[in-house]
């Protein structure tokens, strides 16, 4: 791999493989289906083709979840901060 990122060119720091997980998850992002985005990459099971689609869809729940509280109101959110204390 390090000789065909070499010969591609690419940046130091950038991998073919850093690449390919990039072209996973803008698939997986873009809505397609499951099946769409499992061809795309050539996966021959679902499983490594799940692995793209479960963290787009945290990332939308979360998404989800803060348009929710900004559209009924709420700017902030009460986090219980721990109290720091002194002992000699």
Known sequence: MADWTKQAGLPKGYTLHGLRHTFGSLLAEANLQTRAV????GHT????????????????IMIDAARSLNDHGETTIAVNKPILRIVK
């Open 38 to 41: 499992m061809e795309a990459m």
């Open 45 to 60: 099971d679902l499983k490594s083709t799940e692995h793209y689609m479960r963290r787009i869809n945290q990332r939308r």
